[in-house]
């Protein structure tokens, strides 16, 4: 999977399509990513002891892989990723836009 913790990324498709957001959790047994302020599902929690308050909980929810794709950090824009290797031999994320290195 080629999206990472704290990644900026744009939903290409579903409910939320076209907006951006940072990748908060990455799952990767189901390719799934969470997302801020995404796909935001409701939770009806109850109290779990008196001092506890319980409510319906707002919190993002998952969005398959497939389905954002990462900003490139030169123009803010959706690109595909590919990988190269640098200088040291280590493994570096690459955007087939612009070519720049993501971080």
Same mark, same amino acid.
Request: net charge positive; glycine share 10%.
């Given at each position: #999977?080629k999206? $990472?913790?704290d990644?900026q ?5 579903g409910?939320?399509r076209?907006k951006?957001g *940072?990748? #908060? $959790?990455?799952?990767?047994? $189901?390719?799934r990513?969470y997302?801020?302020?995404l796909?935001?599902? =409701? *939770?009806?929690? *109850?109290? $779990?002891? #008196? ?6 909980i ?7 892989v ?7 950090p030169?123009d ?6 590919g ?7 280590r493994?570096v994320?690459?955007a =087939? ?5 993501l971080?």
């Amino acid at each position: #999977m080629k999206v $990472r913790r704290d990644d900026q990324v744009k939903v290409i498709s579903g409910k939320d399509r076209g907006k951006t957001g *940072r990748v #908060m $959790r990455v799952d990767r047994e $189901r390719e799934r990513v969470y997302v801020e302020g995404l796909n935001i599902v =409701k *939770r009806h929690q *109850r109290p $779990r002891t #008196m001092a506890d308050q319980g409510g319906i909980i707002e919190s993002p929810g998952p969005i398959h892989v497939s389905n954002v794709q990462l900003l490139d950090p030169s123009d803010n824009k959706p690109t595909r990723v590919g990988t190269r290797r640098d200088e040291s031999g280590r493994r570096v994320r690459v955007a =087939k836009r612009s070519g720049q290195d993501l971080v």
